[in-house]
């Protein structure tokens, strides 16, 4: 096989902007949770075939489809080559190419059609609102908003996260935050389609949304979801952007809500890749796990930086995922031996594929899976409530 | 004479010996023997108190000789020769006694053989003391006049060093200008300053030391005899056939009709009759190859009485207490075929490539053609496990990465590949792997058994690596250029012969002790530094250079220096004047002189005598004597050796 040293350039512009500073220690295969286990090459393989320029190779490698884009791998590379980053350039090159797998098609259509993973008509995703006893406003409602609540799509469409919807804006609504939703104007904040290697969908997600921002004249943005997150704060121009917990953080601090009854559980919390890795937010959610009366916090053996990931990222929140290893299971499993009574999550897909996981393994019996913002909800207005 | 008043003492060594061997048995073996005065056994001989019990022995019992049975002599003998000369007593009336070693731990499960083995070597050394004389160092002075051999970079900042210590030097140098390989090379590690600049510094400061540096160039040493304290150096200096100044150098060079290919560009350019390396070279003068010149006379027409082609050599003779060898290494060359040298035009050397890049300014050219992509292939000739080279020469991959990213800096859209076995670039040079990692050079690994192979395809090489980092796929890499990056060479210098230094196992000069006495040889009065020791890069060497000046110093400063009197001695009434034992001695140290009536007798130079006893072991009437070894204690030694216990 001959060298053509002009892809590694070529690479740089999709992304892979480091990609020559790898120096094939195989770090990043060592620490990737997914790599298959009699085939322990992924992704160092892939890395090198882009630095000799092995084009052929590169395009038609299945297993650049296995990296959920968890950032294990990026965050431990001594070169700081972020491999992740590379696998996502990798899958743009083949989906610029026109050969997208056929199990990434369904979340892609449907992100492009409905603007959710799930291919639910856009036109519902206000509907959750009607179910709500303390329904959050819209822009049209207080048009003077400070804040956006952008409310993204799992928490729109997917019935467990509802539910932890209706309870965000009862908070939001009893600290008096000035804030609205874009009700079914909303759209996908398009982090995971980029993820997915869709970086033509993910720019027109993005001006759509900047268009409907700017609509709105909305400057500051709030949202549940740890991937809308990274993506408007790292990858969007010009927003204030604030994780939900972080307000929620600040009200019980000022007195806002106060945690008055005692949740006696004993709970694990496992980290969101998108907090944890790519935006160094490791203590916030234990910080708020603490103050809550009664919680007794403790930790499964690979947390924070060294968190397992639940499976979700890079749009496997819907797509069927090709790997053997699934994390969500073995992340349950790994909650569930803590002996904690609830697995604590502080994103929707985390919820989704854990609450999944903790089936599978059959260990429902032991433990729930619930979101941070559902204990801190219990907290302040009691078990029946909660 | 016999010694009969000898104090003997056992030591326990805190049980190390006394736990095997019975110490008190030992003692009561001994103590009646008739040359024993007084007998003990002590915890810790070499303990202040154990000391002072042989000092106050030595005036209590008026003693005549000590026995110390203890550890090696390699740990304690000068302990107790000290004690034994503060007690009143000449230090060579004492012998030690290893019954540690050689008894006590070897023999750790026959307490009793090890008890009776300690007694029979106490005897023995009982029964050499007996017979031992008085005897004192041997005096050598030394005059601060030191040689030093080759004028690179390690001569050179050793020959200033000595100078700065008012140490007269006589710098000598084969060619006919001073730098070495350093002045060759293209931005040398750390600074990425270049070769010459940084030569230049140092002929700066040598001019300055002109009246302690005499400096031969063009110059051989021819013979070189002594021994330390006193070496006599014979150097022919060659003629340079320019023997003053001109302001029109130049012109000459510019009206020389002879063109040959430049060696310090290694042929990549050619050169005058009469020329200068480089710009800046030292001497100041040119220098005229004979060789080549055909004596037409262009240039005595320009410089007058500034060139003299007829002009012969000269020899110079002096005197030197010690010599220092700094001769330096040859860059390995690599055989015909060898990764496709000499076999396809545009694979070269490191040195050769470093010389280019010197010379090509603006685009990296090789005759005529632009270079855009190189290979560098490492390990040229080095690590070879039974092969030529079986050591790793070190510098070269640190250099490598250097030229690669100096090549990097200088021309634009290089593509740069390192085809390598290990980077071992060790210590701060780490950051250069680093730096050509991110600056997009790539890295493919070879393993030995398959090694990279060279190729011509039209006017591109194709490197074929089964590169280990692809999982030993096969990777074929088009290249305009082949850089092999080769180790050091020791050099062989007549001057290793004339003073018969030592080698390693590689073939470089060997120090006596890498450790503990780094910069010695062997040989009393030659040290070495830099690459004729070991390879080495600039800075090593030059580091080296100034610890052997510094060592030089501890020699010639004090005005003189003590060797053992363990020598031969020559009984000139049993000398027959046979000669059997002149060729037998290793350093020469015997010459047969004529003395009054005409009969011959062997002499032995004191200074150069190594005690080896090789003459006394030759001598038919055993007229040649080892002292502190004669054959009448050696005699009684083997006697009391083999005596019942």
């Known amino acids: ?386 | 004479m016999v010694n009969d008043r000898i104090g003997v003492y056992i030591c326990h060594c805190g049980g190390n010996i006394s736990d095997v061997v019975d110490v008190y048995k030992v003692v009561e073996a001994v103590k009646d023997m008739p040359e024993v005065a007084v007998a003990r056994e002590y915890m810790f001989m070499c303990s202040d108190p154990g000391q002072k019990l042989i000092e106050d022995d030595i005036k209590n019992y008026n003693l005549n000789g000590v026995v110390v049975a203890s550890c090696s002599p390699h740990l304690h003998e000068l302990t107790f020769r000290g004690a034994v000369q503060r007690g009143g007593l000449n230090p060579y009336l004492f012998e030690q006694i290893n019954i540690r070693e050689h008894s006590a731990w070897v023999h750790k499960h026959e307490p009793e053989a090890a008890t009776e083995k300690a007694i029979r070597l106490v005897r023995s050394g009982i029964a050499k003391v007996s017979l031992a004389r008085e005897l004192s160092t041997i005096r050598v002075d030394m005059e601060p006049k030191v040689l030093v051999v080759g004028a690179g970079i390690a001569g050179i900042r050793a020959a200033l060093d000595l100078a700065k210590a008012d140490v007269e030097v006589y710098l000598v140098e084969k060619q006919p200008f001073i730098g070495g390989r350093v002045a060759q090379g293209y931005g040398a590690y750390p600074s990425g300053r270049m070769g010459s600049e940084i030569i230049k510094e140092l002929i700066e400061e040598l001019k300055k030391e002109e009246s302690k540096i005499k400096l031969f160039t063009n110059a051989e040493i021819k013979s070189l005899g002594g021994t330390i304290g006193k070496f006599h150096v014979v150097v022919q200096v060659n003629p340079r056939y320019v023997v003053g100044n001109c302001s029109n150098f130049n012109d000459a060079i510019e009206k020389c009709p002879i063109e040959v290919p430049d060696e310090f560009n290694y042929g990549l350019t050619k050169r005058k009759a009469i020329y200068y390396p480089y710009e800046g070279a030292y001497p100041e003068l040119p220098v005229i190859d004979m060789e080549n010149c055909n004596k037409c006379g262009e240039c005595v027409k320009i410089c007058g009485g500034a060139i003299n082609l007829e002009q012969e050599a000269e020899t110079v003779e002096f005197d030197v207490s010690t010599i220092v060898l700094a001769t330096g290494f040859n860059p390995y060359e690599p055989k015909e075929g060898e990764f496709g040298y000499k076999q396809f035009e545009g694979v070269i050397t490191l040195p050769v490539f470093e010389r280019l890049m010197a010379l090509s300014n603006g685009k990296l050219t090789y005759n005529g053609k632009e270079v855009k992509e190189i290979a560098f292939i490492y390990c040229v000739g080095s690590r070879e496990k039974d092969g030529e080279h079986e050591y790793c020469s070190r510098y070269c991959c640190t250099a490598t990465l250097n030229a690669s990213l100096a090549a990097l800096e200088k021309y634009n859209d290089l593509r740069i590949y390192h085809i390598y076995r290990d980077i071992r670039a060790y210590g701060k040079y780490e950051r250069y792997y680093e730096e050509a990692g991110k600056k997009g050079e790539l890295f493919l690994r070879y393993v030995p058994e398959e090694p990279p192979v060279v190729e011509k395809e039209g006017d591109k090489l194709i490197v074929k690596v089964k590169d280990q980092l692809t999982f030993g796929e096969e990777i074929e890499l088009p290249v305009d250029m082949v850089v092999l990056s080769v180790g050091m060479e020791p050099r062989n210098e007549d001057v290793f012969q004339m003073l018969r230094v030592p080698f390693s196992r590689d073939g470089f000069l060997q120090e006596i002790h890498p450790k503990i006495r780094p910069v010695e040889t062997a040989i009393g009065g030659v040290l070495i530094c830099g690459t004729c020791q070991a390879p080495r890069d600039t800075v090593e060497t030059t580091a080296s250079a100034s610890a052997v000046a510094a060592k030089t110093e501890t020699y010639t400063l004090k005005g003189y220096t003590e060797l053992e009197p363990f020598i031969a001695e020559v009984d000139a009434e049993k000398c027959t004047g046979c000669g059997d034992c002149v060729p037998e001695c290793p350093t020469e140290a015997i010459e047969l002189k004529e003395v009054a009536g005409g009969e011959k007798k062997a002499f032995i130079n004191e200074v150069l005598c190594i005690g080896c006893g090789a003459c006394g072991g030759i001598c038919p009437e055993e007229a040649i004597n080892l002292r502190g070894y004669r054959y009448d204690q050696l005699r009684k030694m083997i006697d009391a050796m083999v005596e019942e216990v």
């Open chain 1, 1 to 386: 096989m001959r060298v053509n040293p002009t892809l590694a350039t070529e690479f740089k512009e999709l992304g892979a902007a480091k990609v020559t500073e790898c120096f094939n220690c195989g770090n990043c295969t060592a620490i990737c949770p997914v790599t298959p286990q009699n085939n322990g090459t992924f992704p160092r393989r892939l890395i090198r075939y882009i630095q000799l320029g092995l084009e052929e190779k590169v395009l038609n490698a299945p297993e650049v489809w296995l990296c959920l884009t968890c950032a294990q791998c990026t965050v431990t590379c001594p070169r700081e080559a972020y491999p992740s980053e590379i696998m996502v350039a990798i899958r743009k090159d083949i989906i610029e190419s026109g050969m997208c797998p056929v199990h990434m098609r369904d979340f892609l259509n449907n992100l492009q059609k409905q603007r959710n993973p799930w291919g639910i008509g856009k036109f519902k995703r206000d509907q959750w609102r009607k179910k709500a006893d303390s329904p959050p406003p819209t822009v049209k409602e207080n048009p003077e908003f400070e804040w956006l609540w952008f409310v993204d799509c799992a928490h729109s469409f997917d019935n467990r996260n509802i539910e932890v919807s209706k309870k965000i804006a009862r908070l939001l609504n009893d600290i008096e935050l000035n804030y609205a939703i874009l009700g079914r104007e909303e759209g996908c904040c398009g982090n995971d389609a980029r993820k997915a290697g869709e970086e033509g969908l993910f720019l027109l997600l993005k001006e759509e949304n900047e268009q409907i921002f700017a609509k709105y004249g909305v400057e500051r943005i709030v949202t549940a979801s740890p991937h809308c997150y990274n993506t408007f704060k790292n990858e969007y121009d010009g927003y204030d952007v604030k994780l939900l917990l972080e307000i929620i953080y600040d009200a019980i601090k000022s007195g806002a809500l106060t945690l008055k009854h005692p949740v006696n559980k004993k709970v694990t919390y496992h980290d969101s890749c998108y907090l944890g890795r790519y935006n160094d937010i490791y203590e916030l959610p234990r910080e708020i796990l603490k103050l809550i009366p009664g919680v007794e916090l403790v930790e499964m053996p690979r947390n924070r930086r060294e968190a397992l990931c639940c499976g979700g990222g890079a749009g496997f929140v819907v797509s069927e995922y090709p790997g053997e290893i699934r994390p969500n299971n073995l992340r349950a499993k790994e909650a569930a031996d803590t002996g904690a009574e609830v697995l604590a999550v502080a994103c929707p897909f985390c919820m989704i594929m854990l609450e999944d996981g903790v089936k599978v393994q059959k260990v429902d019996d032991k433990i729930v899976v619930r979101d941070i913002i559902e204990l801190v909800y219990e907290s302040v207005y009691g078990p029946e409530e909660g």
